[in-house]
């Protein structure tokens, strides 16, 4: 099973508090269970984004960080 999360605004754009929002409740759960059950708790996983500025937060860098989490952007 894969989870998948949508999330936007009327405009069709997320923001900065959706994408916090969604890596804290998603992303970062998700990652965590998959660690946990590949025994990979030691080893980091990697986050790929686009350049866009709202992925330039810094609570968003600390958050991925402390949750052995790398954010590398194209």
């Known amino acids: 099973l894969y989870l998948i999360s949508l999330a936007g605004t009327a ?13 804290k409740k998603n992303f970062i ?6 660690h ?5 708790e030691d080893k980091k996983a990697i986050l ?10 810094k609570c968003i860098s600390k958050l991925l960080s402390d949750n052995n989490i790398e954010m590398l952007t194209i």
């Open 29 to 34: 759960l998700e990652i965590t269970k998959r």
């Open 11 to 23: 405009k069709g754009w997320i923001t900065d508090d959706i994408l916090k929002e969604i890596i």
């Open 48 to 57: 790929l984004l686009d350049s866009h500025g709202s992925h330039f937060q």
């Open 36 to 40: 946990e059950a590949m025994h990979f």
